[in-house]
T-cell receptor, first 112, second 113 residues
Framework: GESVGLHLPTLSVQEGDNSIINCAYS??????FIWYKQESGKGPQFIID?????DKRQGQRVTVLLNKTVKHLSLQIAATQPGDSAVYFC???????????FGTGTRLKVLA | EPEVTQTPSHQVTQMGQEVILRCVPI?????FYWYRQILGQKVEFLVS????????KSEIFDDQFSVERPDGSNFTLKIRSTKLEDSAMYFC???????????FGPGTRLTVL
């Protein structure tokens, strides 16, 4: 079946460096993508989203890039801070449906 | 700031028992969701709900599951006859639109013994 997956299960970065978390999706019909952050013992927290009519969207310290040609999504975190340590999930959705498929998650560890 | 709330935070039950997990979505939201997350695994979609009916459900959401919005504020997930493999965190979420930011609750940890 269609699925969303992540290349790296764990990513360790030095505090202050930039982080890049990747996600591959396989459903070419997906046109809405979301990045979530999940801290230990908490529910997922929305970070940023992007629709398929865009290839880049920026938020505060975060940027999402979408490459529809290779079905790839990435989350860039600038100047990574200890508070960024969490598991990051990408999720996909197809317009007209109300089902969201989550990827397997990447754990980001920020080293002091 | 409005938030999604869930009760209880932890539910322990015996296999075969019925459980009801409760959620209070954000008041002006129209779309409601249940997800589950088995320990250490990814978040899995269970069901979406809009206009007092199920919009979409996953393969996981079989006949033992049901959802209800019994009044203007609560959104519940019922598991009729729990199995050991139902042990997981269950998250409720709500959103103002069908393809907009979803706000997740803190989750209910269900333990089936």
């Amino acid at each position: 079946g269609e699925s969303v997956g992540l290349h790296l299960p764990t990513l360790s970065v030095q505090e202050g460096d930039n982080s890049i978390i990747n996600c591959a999706y396989s459903n070419s019909a997906s046109d809405y993508f979301i990045w979530y952050k999940q801290e230990s013992g908490k529910g997922p927290q929305f970070i940023i989203d992007i629709r398929s009519n865009m290839d880049k969207r920026q938020g505060q310290r975060v940027t999402v890039l979408l490459n529809k040609t290779v079905k790839h999504l990435s989350l860039q975190i600038a100047a990574t801070q200890p508070g960024d340590s969490a598991v990051y999930f990408c999720a996909e959705n197809t317009s007209g449906t109300y089902k969201y498929i989550f990827g397997t998650g990447t754990r980001l560890k920020v080293l002091a | 700031e409005p938030e999604v709330t869930q009760t209880p935070s932890h539910q322990v039950t015996q296999m075969g028992q019925e459980v009801i997990l409760r959620c209070v979505p954000i008041s002006n939201h129209l779309y409601f969701y249940w997800y589950r997350q088995i320990l250490g695994q990814k978040v899995e979609f269970l069901v979406s709900f809009y206009n007092n009916e199920i919009s979409e459900k996953s393969e996981i959401f079989d006949d033992q599951f049901s959802v209800e919005r019994p009044d203007g504020s609560n959104f519940t997930l019922k598991i009729r006859s729990t199995k050991l493999e139902d042990s997981a965190m269950y998250f409720c979420a709500s959103s103002p639109g069908g393809d907009s930011e979803q706000f997740f609750g803190p989750g209910t940890r269900l333990t089936v013994l």
